[in-house]
């Protein structure tokens, strides 16, 4: 339907409008979907609806870096993406790279801390759906582990 592309506190979004069917809205926001509800009036903002996978956070590490694993089961392999909205500062990780439960998969930066995003099991990476520089949103895909 609709694209727009908004900048919030120096991060692009790129925001679709895929349906709207009363109050109910489907979208995509830089590749994640979500289903949203408007309010009665058209003027006032939509409410977005977080992804369903909640990630989950692990004691902190050593240093500046928080250990997270975040998967969410996919039908195709597990999910690896992010516990919150930031900026992805490097991948570890290519297509084809065997990987082991807890392995750090990428850095993401948010609120000024350095988050380790880890493999929540074994396998072999089947897709890395972040480059070094992306901003990403809470749920967004990282990789796919298969």
């Given at each position: 339907?609709?694209?727009?592309?908004?900048?919030?506190?120096?991060?692009?979004?790129n925001?679709?409008?895929?349906?709207?069917?009363?109050?109910?809205?489907?979208?995509?926001?830089?590749?994640?979907?979500?289903?949203?509800?408007?309010?009665?009036?058209l003027?006032k903002?939509?409410?977005?609806?977080?992804?369903?996978?909640?990630?989950?956070?692990?004691?902190?590490?050593?240093?500046?870096?928080?250990?997270?694993?975040?998967?969410?089961?996919?039908?195709?392999?597990?999910?690896?993406?992010?516990?919150?909205?930031?900026?992805?500062?490097?991948?570890?990780?290519?297509?084809?790279?065997?990987?082991?439960?807890?392995?750090?998969?990428a850095?993401?930066?948010?609120m000024?801390?350095e988050?380790?995003?880890?493999?929540?099991?074994?396998?072999?990476?089947?897709?890395?759906?972040?480059?070094?520089?992306?901003?990403?949103?809470?749920?967004?895909?990282?990789?796919?582990?298969?």
């Amino acid at each position: 339907m609709k694209t727009y592309k908004f900048k919030i506190n120096g991060n692009d979004y790129n925001v679709e409008i895929k349906a709207v069917e009363n109050q109910e809205m489907s979208i995509e926001v830089n590749g994640v979907h979500y289903n949203v509800t408007m309010e009665t009036e058209l003027e006032k903002k939509p409410v977005i609806a977080r992804p369903v996978a909640k990630p989950q956070v692990a004691a902190a590490a050593t240093g500046s870096v928080q250990r997270t694993a975040a998967p969410a089961k996919a039908s195709n392999g597990n999910r690896v993406v992010a516990p919150l909205p930031g900026t992805i500062l490097d991948v570890m990780v290519n297509v084809g790279d065997t990987v082991k439960a807890g392995q750090t998969v990428a850095i993401l930066e948010a609120m000024k801390m350095e988050n380790s995003i880890e493999a929540d099991c074994d396998g072999t990476i089947k897709e890395v759906g972040v480059r070094k520089g992306d901003s990403v949103l809470e749920g967004g895909m990282i990789v796919v582990i298969g």
